[in-house]
T-cell receptor
Framework: GAVVSQHPSWVICKSGTSVKIECRSLDFQATTMFWYRQFPKQSLMLMATSNEGSKATYEQGVEKDKFLINHASLTLSTLTVTSAHPEDSSFYIC??????????????FGPGTRLTVL | GDSVTQMEGPVTLSEEAFLTINCTYTATGYPSLFWYVQYPGEGLQLLLKATKADDKGSNKGFEATYRKETTSFHLEKGSVQVSDSAVYFCALRKNDYKLSFGAGTTVTVRA
């Protein structure tokens, strides 16, 4: 149980375009989802926290107008990278925290999405 | 602010060798401590955790003890296997459920 999926697993786009990444909790409802960014051979950096039905909370230094987060349901959050540029190329990872039982105090991570902006 | 410092890698070992990855933290209050593992091409998986001082987390032969006096949570395994090759992340969590990660340590185990 407690599986989180991400789609797509990798995407290549042209500079200036927007890219949407989906994060789904497959077998549990997630009150909170987190979005991280991971640079090569570096740690995960928390970008934002999203709660279902409310606006995301962004970490200091993360542009909320560039990284749009929507958490419309208890099983789906999306991250849209708007007007992407090569420096936005990275590995984006989501995690989800559940509502009940085992999932309530844990974060379960998706497999990540590799974004390359040309 | 809260932070996690872990041993730099990469670490290369032979099978059946002893593995230690050092992790120390800086935080106010009483965080929970975690080790996550990322196998090649996969997402992060929780390996073990400890929620209070002197707790020992263990899983798959790995162990780590929450040492408040030294603010440490070192990961150990007595006999590694090739399948343990992965990136290991130490992390702490406060009451807001946000995780702060260390930089990660790449471990390669050779047959």
């Amino acid at each position: 149980g407690a599986v989180v999926s991400q789609h797509p697993s990798w995407v290549i786009c042209k500079s200036g375009t927007s890219v949407k990444i989906e994060c789904r909790s497959l077998d549990f409802q997630a009150t909170t989802m987190f979005w991280y960014r991971q640079f090569p051979k570096q740690s995960l950096m928390l970008m934002a926290t999203s709660n279902e039905g409310s606006k995301a909370t962004y970490e200091q230094g993360v542009e909320k107008d560039k990284f749009l987060i929507n958490h419309a349901s208890l099983t789906l959050s999306t991250l849209t990278v708007t007007s992407a540029h090569p420096e936005d190329s990275s590995f984006y990872i989501c995690s989800a925290r559940g509502m009940t039982d085992k999932a309530v105090n844990e974060q379960f991570f998706g497999p990540g999405t590799r974004l390359t902006v040309l | 602010g809260d932070s996690v410092t872990q041993m730099e890698g990469p670490v290369t070992l032979s099978e059946e060798a002893f593995l230690t990855i050092n992790c120390t933290y800086t935080a106010t209050g009483y965080p929970s401590l975690f080790w996550y593992v990322q196998y090649p091409g996969e997402g992060l998986q929780l390996l073990l955790k400890a929620t209070k001082a002197d707790d020992k987390g263990s899983n798959k032969g790995f162990e780590a003890t929450y040492r408040k006096e030294t603010t440490s949570f070192h990961l150990e395994k007595g006999s590694v296997q090739v399948s343990d090759s992965a990136v290991y992340f130490c992390a702490l969590r406060k009451n807001d459920y946000k995780l702060s990660f260390g930089a990660g340590t790449t471990v390669t185990v050779r047959a």
